[in-house]
């Protein structure tokens, strides 16, 4: 579903099309900007919440590949929707190397451009998510003491508290005691992710069907699971009485 608060985009020389795009916008509930260049964007304010570009390529002055370059080279992550009359093979394949999540050809199918917008909203969204979630995971580090510092860096390569001590050269017991006391200040059961910072991947459901092997194996590639195993992992019944393992991959056989 497309979120109310979301903004469009719209940088496009073609009057016609961008108030065209602007009322099929408005008419899913989404807040439309609409630009005729590269230069009547740069002069508005950014937008605050979940954002796409929908980004023609042919444009008075920069064009859009120059523009999708110029915001890679200043560090904003904008999904960008490219749509053009004129595309051809090479142009296509120089924009989705440069990042770009859709490259479209006018005329445009309305839900072809819906959907590429959905998912830009989509990736927008969570990066915003992580940037906030590093924002204050940052600011819960930054009260840690000078030593919970430390061995919190140890904890984050991997390391036991064994290993924590005989590195750095104090007890095991006091290894664990400032590392709980940093555990409890970053909350870090709820909010550090294995894989530097990023949202783990979504999991998808399995349904093992009464009879079959199962072999499931962990998102994150911490451990498979051979079938002797799997029924020590947590299993509930759907109505149909199958079982359905919620949080692993699983290959049937």
Aim: with cysteine.
């Amino acid at each position: 579903m497309l979120d109310a608060t979301s903004t469009i985009l719209v940088i496009d020389d073609d009057v016609d099309l961008r108030n065209s795009l602007g009322r099929l916008l408005r008419s899913v509930g989404l807040n439309a900007k609409l630009f005729a260049s590269v230069s009547d964007f740069l002069k508005s304010e950014p937008t605050e919440g979940p954002s796409c570009l929908v980004l023609d390529v042919k444009l008075p002055g920069q064009s859009g590949l120059e523009f999708q370059r110029e915001l890679a080279a200043a560090g904003r992550e904008l999904p960008i929707i490219f749509i053009t009359g004129h595309g051809d093979i090479p142009m296509s394949v120089q924009a989705m190397k440069s990042g770009a999540i859709e490259f479209l050809t006018k005329p445009v199918r309305d839900q072809e451009l819906l959907d590429a917008i959905q998912f830009g909203l989509t990736r927008d969204c969570a990066r915003r998510e992580n940037e906030s979630e590093l924002a204050d995971l940052r600011k819960r580090f930054a009260t840690l003491s000078p030593r919970e510092r430390e061995i919190m860096i140890h904890v984050a390569r991997g390391c036991l508290s064994k290993q924590i001590a005989g590195d750095i050269g104090i007890a095991e017991a006091t290894v664990k005691v400032h590392r709980s006391h940093a555990m409890r200040k970053c909350s870090v059961a709820s909010r550090v992710r294995p894989n530097g910072g990023q949202a783990r991947p979504r999991t998808r459901e399995v349904v093992a069907l009464p009879g079959r092997r199962v072999v499931g194996q962990s998102v994150c590639g911490y451990g498979s699971y051979p079938p002797m195993c799997v029924r020590r992992l947590r299993l509930r019944l759907n109505p149909g009485n199958q079982r359905v393992l919620p949080q692993y991959p699983c290959a049937i056989h």
